[in-house]
């Protein structure tokens, strides 16, 4: 039902109608003035990281270009980061390339609207944790799982410098909600037993490792979120688990989640050239940013 706004909550209250028409406003923006983004399109993925780097100035932060090269092209991730009382790095990175063919609104265009959205309302604020704000370049195929995917060189240098980050949180996909009856489906038929066949909920999904901050950030969410919330601590050899960033995190031993609408297992339009601005549900979508704006506050005060 593409461009269907159907939501049994509660409606928006006012800043969360400023949060909607912010998040609408930089899907807009990366999937349809930028557009499709990756080495094949290179002019559309330097935009989009100068759209990046632009909107954390905006915000009153200093964004970091972490730069590294393939056959000759510059590729950067960027990060922005808010010192906290602790060294310890709260880090919630989202990808910002889109997959060859794609437009990218919802993967994840969606993810880099929240990231920067949790950026700009975060920015003054010093908490007991540092909080590090990261947009992943090359996250899709050919990348995808290799030593040139951008988060795999960027939690390298992580580890590399000693960063401490006890948290890691993936935005992946998070803005296609559906009602109707199995719009949910999953990677193993026997998880459809426990999980809903209704995909009218946001998922968060860690390996094994991440169990304990998986369980926290659901119960998080649960707390404070108008939107229902399912979570799973699952082996990664289940096909999704690792499907983002967090899984360059797990390698080096860093705990970390991803947030998402599930994607192939839920969105029409995944890695197509329909997936266009008008497929994402925004009254949905702003719940599930106003609920993370929340487990990030929690989380630090931890
Ligand atoms: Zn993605």
């Given at each position: 039902?593409p ?16 949060l909607?028409?912010e ?38 932060l200093?964004?970091?270009?972490d ?14 980061e ?7 790095i ?18 994840n ?24 704000f990261v ?16 988060s795999?060189?960027?939690?390298s ?31 193993s ?16 999904v ?9 369980r926290r ?6 707390k ?18 690792s ?30 050239a ?25 989380l630090d005060?931890?």
């Open positions: 039902m461009g269907k706004n159907i939501s049994n909550s509660a409606p928006l209250s006012r800043d969360e109608v400023t909607r028409e998040l609408r406003a930089d899907v807009e923006k990366l999937a349809g003035e930028i557009g499709e983004r990756n080495m094949w399109h290179y002019p559309q993925l330097n935009a989009a990281a100068d759209f990046i780097e632009n909107s954390f100035s905006g915000a009153g200093r964004p970091r270009r730069t590294y090269e393939i056959r000759g092209q510059s590729c950067h991730n960027i990060e922005a808010i010192k906290g009382a602790s060294p310890e709260i880090l919630i990175g989202a990808h910002y390339d889109s997959v060859f063919g794609s437009p990218g609104a919802n993967d265009g969606s993810g880099v609207a929240a990231m920067l959205a949790q950026a700009r309302r975060i920015a003054g604020h010093l908490g007991k944790h540092t909080l590090r947009a992943f370049v090359n996250e899709e195929p050919p990348y995808f799982l290799s030593d040139e995917m951008g795999s060189i960027y939690a240098r992580c580890k590399a410098r000693g960063d401490k980050i006890p948290v890691m949180i993936s935005l992946e996909t998070i803005g296609y909600f559906s009602d109707a009856p199995n719009s949910q489906t999953y990677p038929p026997g998880l459809g037993i426990f999980y809903p066949k209704v995909g009218n909920f946001i998922g968060f860690g390996n094994m490792h991440s169990g304990v901050l998986l950030a659901v119960a998080l969410f649960r404070h979120a108008k939107i229902p919330s399912e979570g799973a601590a699952l082996p990664s050899f289940i096909p999704g688990v499907w983002s960033d967090q899984r360059s995190f797990w390698r080096h031993g860093y705990p970390g989640i991803m947030v998402t609408d599930t994607a192939p297992f839920r969105y029409p339009y995944y890695h197509s329909n997936d266009t601005p008008d497929k994402l549900d925004y009254d949905r979508f702003t719940l599930v940013v106003t609920g993370m704006q929340k487990v990030i506050e929690d005060k931890l």
